[in-house]
Every structure is written in C-alpha cells, then in structure tokens.
C-alpha cells in the first residue's frame, strides 16, 4: 500500500531524525566501500547500506521525491557502469598479458600496488551495480499498487 505523502508530512521526528542520519549512512557505505579490500565489507556491503540509505528517503518523502533525487535512467546507467567497471578490470589484465582479473598485471612496476588496484576497482563495480540492483527492485515494488 502506498502511504500518501500528506500523512508522511505530518510526521515532523521521522522526518528531521532520517535527514540527519540519511548523510551517516551514506559515509558509513563509503567507508565499508573503501574500507573492503583492507578488512570485513566491501562492494555488495556497501552497495546494500547505499541503497538502504535511499530506500530510506523513498519512505520517508515517498516514491516521487526519491525520483527526483535519483532517477530511473541514472539507475539504468549505473548499473551498466557498475559491470562495465568489473569486466573492464579483467579485459584490462588480459590486454596486459595475465589472466582474467589478475591483478598484478594492472601496475608492471609493483605487483602489490596492481593488486590493490585491482580490488579497489572490481569492489567498486560491485558496489555500484548492488545498489543500482537494490534500487532497481526498490523502484519495481514501490511503485506498485495495492489490489
């Protein structure tokens, strides 16, 4: 069922403490983003915190207001983007001459600095598209009507 946007409006806590927090959990995906390759978390974590945090707005200032913020066509593009990233990592390892994602191949000079990039890089990818996917079927649920 669709909450209208008037009822959401009157609810001034829910909306002032989700603005507050809705920037933290943004930070806290960009931390267990970057934070990935060195300890627990990485792309499909951080993907699903980044999505959580809009799904949280779409409830909050409902479906229409989440579309203006994030729009259909960029979720379409990100999640291209976010395979794009991943497969280029592994084309780009092939065309310097290792194997499919072998990341020490990404710097000739430092195999450890190419294999850092490498994890960056695809858990980037991976995050990205996690939460375009996540947003996706956000987007494919919310917008449904009650029967």
Known sequence: MKIPAM??????????VSRFFIP?????????????DYG???GFQAGVIFAAAFFLYGLVYGL????RVVPWRF???SLALGVLIYAGVGVASLLLGGNYLDYKVLDPHDAKHGLHLGILLVELGVGV??????LAIFYAF???RAA
Do not use: C, N, W
């Open 40 to 42: 627990p978390g990485g």
């Open 64 to 67: 229409d207001d989440l579309q």
């Open 75 to 77: 979720v379409e593009v």
């Open 129 to 134: 598209t996690v939460s375009a996917s996540m």
């Open 24 to 36: 933290f959990i943004l930070l806290f995906g960009l931390y267990v983003q970057f934070h990935g």
């Open 142 to 144: 919310a917008g449904r």
């Open 7 to 16: 009822r959401m409006r009157e609810k001034l806590v829910v909306r002032v």
